[in-house]
């Protein structure tokens, strides 16, 4: 389920051209990503775990919340504006591919914040969050 949504999200994402630096999974820190060698900009797909909600029945049917953030990773060395305009693009391009997509026998994403993670010199990150509410049956 996890490892689904987090593929279904990445081919999603695959195609936005402003992204010179692909898109590709990470399983750490954000503050490692600033020190991957990469082409910039560049998205980053991370699980950020889910919430679970409170026991309803007596079947093992686990309501839960699973939690992504695609990060963005820019560098622009004319200016900091220049970088954030070009910033805007990439986020416009990620909401209209994940807002409300069907990530199948998992559920629908749906965005929780957008928000500027880092800003330092001329490197800019970027938090985009989404999450899906789904359920979990013990197999």
Same mark, same amino acid.
């Given at each position: 389920m996890i490892q689904e949504s987090i593929d279904d999200i990445i081919t999603a994402l695959g195609d #936005?051209? =402003?992204?010179a630096g692909g898109v590709d999974?990470?399983?750490g820190d954000i503050e490692e990503l600033k020190s991957k060698p990469k082409r910039l900009p560049a998205l980053w797909v991370l699980y950020d775990g889910a919430s679970f909600e409170d026991r309803k029945m007596e079947e093992i049917l686990a309501e839960h919340t699973m939690n992504f953030t695609v990060v963005l990773i820019a560098k622009n060395? %004319?200016?900091r504006a220049d970088g954030a305009e070009a910033c805007h693009l990439i986020i416009e391009a990620v909401r209209d591919r994940l807002i409300g %997509? #069907?990530?199948e026998n998992v559920g629908e994403l749906w965005p929780v914040r957008e928000r500027l993670i880092?800003?330092?010199g001329p490197l800019l990150v970027?938090?985009?969050n989404y %999450? #899906? =509410?789904a359920e979990y049956t013990s197999s």
């Amino acid at each position: 389920m996890i490892q689904e949504s987090i593929d279904d999200i990445i081919t999603a994402l695959g195609d #936005i051209s =402003e992204a010179a630096g692909g898109v590709d999974q990470f399983a750490g820190d954000i503050e490692e990503l600033k020190s991957k060698p990469k082409r910039l900009p560049a998205l980053w797909v991370l699980y950020d775990g889910a919430s679970f909600e409170d026991r309803k029945m007596e079947e093992i049917l686990a309501e839960h919340t699973m939690n992504f953030t695609v990060v963005l990773i820019a560098k622009n060395h %004319r200016s900091r504006a220049d970088g954030a305009e070009a910033c805007h693009l990439i986020i416009e391009a990620v909401r209209d591919r994940l807002i409300g %997509r #069907i990530v199948e026998n998992v559920g629908e994403l749906w965005p929780v914040r957008e928000r500027l993670i880092m800003a330092s010199g001329p490197l800019l990150v970027y938090g985009l969050n989404y %999450r #899906i =509410e789904a359920e979990y049956t013990s197999s």
